[in-house]
Each structure stands twice: as C-alpha cells, then as structure tokens.
C-alpha cells in the first residue's frame, strides 16, 4: 500500500514546478471570492463563477472546491505550488485507498496491490492530477472510495457502530456532491452493489428488505438525507436542481450518438494512454451510422455482458464494468459546449478504478494460467512451473507500471507553462475554439504582444465574423501601441456583435471602444460608447464601472455614484468599483461612507496599490497621518511607480 502513493508522489514530482494554466489563474487569483471575509458565505451560496458577477452566472455547484482554494490562498497565496502540491497528495491518498477499497470486496492481495499501482501511475490521471482546477475529480474519488468502503464496513456492524457507518457514508456522498455533480454515482454504484449482491431472494422474499431496518434502512436514511441536504443548497444558491445543458439541441437519437462516440473516444484513452488529449473536441452527430457511434455501442454491449457474465460466475469484477461505464454517464452531458462536445482526461479519473481492476485481474490470470500445468509427475518440474505462474505475471505488471510512469512523467511536463500547454493543444487539434483566445492573453500577460498577434489574426481568418475574435485581435493592437487599429477592430467586434444577435458582445467591445478613446483623452467619443454599453447590457458590471468612473472625472458626481452603486450590485467583488465610489463620496465630503468603502475594497484586495493609496489619501483627508503614512508607504513598497501613492508621500514630507 505504501509503495502505491509512494509510486503515486514520485511520477508526479516534476509537476510541482508548473505554472497556473486554463482556469487556474481565474480561479484562484482573480477569484475575489478567496479573499472576501465572507468568501466561504459567498461560495456556498452561489455558483462556480459567480465571482466574475452576473456575466458569470452557471450553473454548476461546487463550493468544496473553492472551500478549498479559499485555504489554500492563506497558505500558498498565488504559488501554484502548493495548489499542486494538495493535487498529489490526494492522488497519492486515493492511490492508498483504492488499494483498502478491493481488499473488503475481498479482491485478493495481489490484484488490490497490482490494481492500486496502476492507478497510480496510469497516464491518463495527468489531467486531474497536473492540472489544479481538477480538483473537484479528486475529491469525487475520495470520497466515492471512502464512503464505498464505509458502506462494506457497516454492512456487517451493529448497533452504535452501524449508525457511525451510515453517518460517515451520508456525510460523503454529501461531500462528494459539493466536490461535483458526478458525485451522484456513489449512491448509484451502492444501489446497483445492493441489489446485486445483497438482493438474492430466500422464500421469494428479497434479502435487502427481509434484513430491513436492522441492515438497509440506515444506509438508505443517511443517503436520502445527504441528496436532500445538497439538493436544498444548491436550490437556494443557483434556483436549479441540475445543470443547464450547454449547446445547440439536439433530437434524442443524436444525443445518444454523441454519448455514445464518446464512450468509444474514452475508451481508448484509457486503454492506450498515448496521446495527450486535453481539450479534445468531437463534432456533434449528423448521424446515428457514425463509426464512432458504432463502436461506442459496441463498447456499451460489451460492458454490460462482461459485467452480467461475471455476475453470473459470482465474480466481484463485475462491478469494475459497472463502474467504468456508469462513473463515465454523468460527464456526456457535461461536455456539451457550441462547437461540439469537448472531451478531458479529467473525466476518466474514477471510471479508470474499473479499468485498473480488471487490467490487474487479467494480468493475474497469467499466474492461474501458469498454475494449471503444475500437477507434473516430477516433482522439481512442479515446483519450477509454479514459479513461473508467480513470475510472469509480475513481470508483465512491472512492464506495464513501468511504461505507464514514465509515460506520465512526460505528459506532466506538457502543464509546465499556459504557452507551451495552449501551443501543444493548437498543434494536436485541427482547432480548438476556446484554446486559442487564452493563447493570446498568455501571450500579452508575458508582454509578448507581438507572438499574441499572429494567433489574434489567425482567429480573424478563421472566424472573420466572430466578435470574440475582433476583439481579441483590437487588444492586441492596444498592446502593441497602435490605437488606429484597435479602433478598427473594437468597431468591427461591435458591428459582427450586433449581427449576430449579441448584445452583451457588442456591449464589451464597446466598452473596450470607449476605455482606448478615455485614455486618448477623447471622452467626447468614449462617454456615447460607455452609455451604449450599459444599455445593451445593463447586467454589464465592468461597463457600469467604467462609466461611473468617466463620470467622476467628469464631476459628474451623482450619476457616477448611481453607475458605480449598480455596478457593485452587479458584482459585490469587485474592488475598484468600491475605491471609486469611495472617492466620489469623499468628493461630496461624506468621508465616513468613503472610508467604509475603500476598506471594503481593501477586504477585498489587500495588496492593491492603488487601492491603498486612495485609502492613504483619504486619511488624510481626515486628519489620521499615521494612518496615511502607513498606507502610502505600503502602496508604494507594492508598486514603487504608483503616481497617487508618490504623491501622498511628497505630500506627507512636508509636513
């Protein structure tokens, strides 16, 4: 058991190094949910990305992750490190897990050891285990293993000890809910083992309901009351019971087909980890004749005879079938996006436990294989056979262990760095819509707006009509210093907006528009771009922003602290929205309120210079110099060329 985390850590010590990449950086440092007081509050009563405000708003609930970004923001900060550090530990837990799991399904010694070192190592986890936003895979796994293995304990308990069981079970299919929404195939593996081993019939009566209340009721009690309890959070928080699909609609057949072609892509990844496939797209059906299709419901059939087959036989393994294919359900409807399905490795992480498990029961076939021609009339040729029962088939597990931990520790340095990740996917797939954009602010994050150009211009051919793309490419440009082009392109994004039906593009492309034309000092053109924004989308907290703070330089101050106030019930986490306010209201000389204000931005945001240099000048303004002192010195020590916090410290020389 120990060799199998120890296996788990050591193939993923070169992923420590890595980089935030995809979601990371949204997640977790720009998340002002992890750095809000009442953060934990706000993640469990709102959904994954409520943190960008209503132009955020989903419909997915996993506060258990953002719980645990929320820690670990106290202890690593922005050191994707240690993110990464929590990812291997849980694998390498899990890794252990596994291994007590198969040992009270009374799998022998060996297949638990050989199935737990696959899993381990198996290159097909990089994805959940590299890349930190997977998190909520990892704690799915946890806790189905976990609350799976508390089920088999309490079967046999009694008494005080049974209802511990029951509670501990309850309190993980909750956990696993919170974690994921797949976290639902726990209560339905268990209920699928129940009946399958424990409803054999004695006097045409089922055993599950002759043992009653005495064996069934308790587990049953603490899962109901666990869904219950998720249920009535995630309605309080999101007004939905379960996901919006995303996508176009399709007929019934179709969606099938794609399911189905999905199940076959899956399939392979997991029995021939050779291809690093994050981010795969799978177009959508156009028939249910696909040879992907085909071959998916092939797969399908196949899974469901091995599993009926080994039941049969009284073979455990049948739930290894089981659970590949129903750990795999709940993530086909998840992987609808516009362009096609999208397909992660993330995904195959628990569905790979049954994998692993008859992988390691076929692998120890060869000993049984090899133990059938002991019975020899020598006795020493006996004894050499059944060595080599016990031989070949370790061999072949270190073979196999062997090519799939060096294969991992490869694919692990594909998540080094978001540059590398993004152009590696670019290069495996014909084109990846969603990869391409995040490219391009990697590129301009590194201050390396002229790379970033080429892939802005690529998105433009590809898709002249696209707003995105424009938009893209106009960031760009301001980036390398040419507003003409920007202007351009901002516009364009605009017009290909508004004819495709998208107000709330055409409203950022303006809002856009109007901040190159603010800093151009033309507030003349940027104020009627600002005002558009806002009335295409009113829901725009950015846009009311920006034209809160246009009003204020202005000295238009009662409309700016009317924008700025909708613009903070738009998205309470955001920080320079309640600076701004906090310097209109100390305009209008209600320094108290603006205090308030500017201390809730700085809750919000500790380390912002500008924030705490407005803070400075606001102290000042009310007599504590200390306090100014002290603010001002720390925005400077953050960002020594913050102009506001210069000024306040020349300003408090000479006094």
Known sequence: MCLCGFLALLVYLNSLPNDFVVDDRPQIVDNAFLRRPDGLRKI?????????????????????????????????????????????????????????????LRATEGVAAAAALLFAVHPVHVEAVAWISALPDLLCSLFFLLGFTLYLAGWSMCGWRKGLAGAGLGACVLLGL??????????????????????GTAGGTP??????????????????????????????????????LRGPR????????????????????VVAPVRFSAFHRLEYPVSVFGWRTIAGLAIAGALVALAAWLRRRGRLEWLA??????????????????????????YLYLPSV???????????????????????????????????????PGMVLVVVVGAYAARTVTFNRAWRDEVSFYQRILSQEREAPRIRPLLVEAFIRRGAPERALEHAQAMVRLEPRDARSHNALGFVYWALGQPD??????????????????????????NNLAVVYSQAGRMDLAMPAYQEAVRLDPGFSDGRMNLGSALFAMGRMGEAEEHLRAAIGLNPSAPLAYSTLALVLAARQDL????????????????NAETLARAGEMALQAGDAAEARRLFSRAAALDPANARARAGIERMGHR
């Open 207 to 244: 055993t599950v309901l002759r043992r009653g209340a005495a064996s069934g009721a308790p587990t049953l009690a603490a899962m109901a009351v666990a869904i219950g309890l998720y249920l009535a959070l995630r309605w309080h928080a999101l007004g939905t019971l379960i996901p919006v």
């Open 592 to 607: 108290p309120t603006a205090r308030q204000a500017v201390a809730r931005a700085l809750r919000i945001e500790p380390d």
């Open 178 to 199: 919170l974690s994921k929404e797949t976290g639902i195939v726990l209560p339905v593996m268990l209920g699928l083992y129940a009946v399958a081993e424990h409803g």
């Open 321 to 346: 079938a089981a659970l590949f294919l129903v750990a795999l359900l709940p993530c086909f409807p998840g992987s609808r996006y516009p362009n096609g399905y999208e397909l992660g490795d993330r």
């Open 44 to 104: 469990f009563t709102t959904d994954v990305w409520a943190f960008f405000g209503q132009e955020g708003a989903g419909s997915y609930y996993r506060p258990l992750m953002h719980s645990a970004f929320y820690a670990g923001w106290r202890l690593f900060h922005q050191n994707a490190t240690g993110y990464r550090a929590v990812n291997l530990l849980l694998h390498a837990c899990i890794s252990m897990l596994l291994f007590w799991w198969l040992r009270r």
């Open 354 to 392: 049954g994998f692993c498990w008859l992988l390691a029961v076929a692998i120890a076939r060869l000993h049984h294989k090899g133990a059938k021609n002991t019975k020899d009339h020598k006795e020493g040729l006996c004894e050499l056979r059944v060595l080599r029962g016990f031989v070949v």
């Open 485 to 510: 082009q920007t202007v351009a392109e901002y516009r364009r994004a605009v017009e290909c907006a508004r004819a495709g039906g998208r107000p709330d593009f055409a409203a950022r492309a303006l």
């Open 250 to 269: 399709l007929p019934l057949r179709l969606e099938l087909a794609g399911w189905l072609a999905m199940l076959y892509e899956y399939t392979i990844r």
